[in-house]
């Protein structure tokens, strides 16, 4: 089958991988869209050591599966595939099992390719109002919302949401639509724009008053995010960290200690309530997708999402 292949940090094109074959308990995906997200783009840049195809948006179709009623149903799926039976999945915590694959990104071949596999009960039936450029993105809405999981924020509460990436917007958007009032802090005009126009405060640079927020949420995926979001947060505020980026990030830990922060990580969230809010049509997503691009493009796919000012990236197997 053709797919992307990245291997020793180097993205190729190949049209000689094999289509996967599942095992028991697990479908059979064809893609017919797949997102590109900033993980992708650090994993070329050497974020973790993964050699395969990557990718973990996609939307697509069951073509074959143990439970015949799954076949023909069009679907996103949860990226972690976990044992289910060691103490962490047994503890509720299967997203941190320590035998995990992860689509595309540890040891599971992802959705840039015309064909992947999840076990079934990854899996989430798209409902049929809800067009593909909507439904790919399930997964990043889920990580959205895990914010609001980990973290109680009250109504009243000062949020800060440092990025108006990808990422930034769907949490900012997801905080509004819960009755919060964050305010975005960003670099781009047309990203704050987008947020603007829903109503959304948003300051330019790093204009955002110091020490006065409640809740930072960290979302530019470079390391300079992190020092904004800690000038931002009040003593014994919280800041939670959604980056993920290759290399460190400079943090004084004395700071942390004295001003009593808490950190937070957050990554991977619940598909089946961002599902519904995209069935819904409350929250708004199809404003961010800029370009898409056939799987041979591949490369071109990632340039355009690596540059300044361009939100979501699309591509078609």
């Not at 050591?49 to 799926?77: D, I, K, L, N, Y």
């Not at 109680?152 to 905080?175: E, F, S």
């Not at 300079?224 to 979001?229: I, N, Q, V, Y």
Request: hydrophobic residues 45%; aromatic residues 4%; charged residues 20%.
């Amino acid at each position: 089958m053709r797919a992307l292949w990245l291997e020793d940090r180097v993205l190729g094109a190949r049209g000689d991988v094999p289509r996967p074959a599942s095992p028991p308990g697990e479908a059979l995906v064809r893609v017919t869209l797949a997102g590109v997200c900033n993980t992708d783009l650090e994993l070329v840049k050497g974020y973790y050591p993964f050699t395969g195809v990557p990718g973990h948006e996609f939307v697509g179709e069951v073509v074959s599966a143990e439970a015949a009623e799954w076949v023909g149903r069009r679907v996103v799926g949860e990226i972690n595939a976990s044992c289910g039976a060691c103490a962490t999945c047994r503890a509720g915590r299967r997203t941190h099992c320590p035998a995990r694959t992860v689509l595309g990104i540890k040891g599971r071949h992802g959705s840039m390719a015309e064909f992947l596999t999840l076990p079934i009960e990854n899996l989430h039936a798209v409902p049929d109002a809800v067009p593909d450029e909507v439904a790919v993105f399930t997964e990043p809405v889920a990580a959205a919302l895990e914010v609001q999981r980990q973290v109680a924020i009250d109504a009243g509460a000062r949020v800060v949401v440092v990025g108006d990436g990808k990422l930034g917007q769907l949490v900012a958007r997801t905080l509004a639509l819960a009755g919060r009032r964050p305010t975005v802090v960003g670099r781009h005009p047309r990203k704050l724009a987008l947020l603007q126009r829903l109503g959304i405060a948003t300051v330019a640079g790093g204009d955002v008053p110091p020490c006065e927020a409640d809740v930072v949420v960290e979302c530019t995926g470079n390391p300079d995010g992190l020092a904004l979001a800690r000038a931002a947060v009040r003593p014994r505020g919280t800041i939670v960290l959604k980056s993920t980026y290759h290399g460190g990030a400079p943090l004084n830990l004395s700071g942390i200690v004295v001003d009593e922060v808490t950190l937070v990580g957050s990554r991977c969230g619940p598909f089946a309530p961002a599902l519904a809010l995209l069935a819904g049509g409350a929250l708004e997503v199809a404003d961010m997708v800029d370009q898409r691009f056939a799987l041979h493009d591949g490369f071109a796919a990632f340039a355009a999402a690596g540059a300044p000012g361009v939100l979501k990236v699309l591509i078609t197997p």
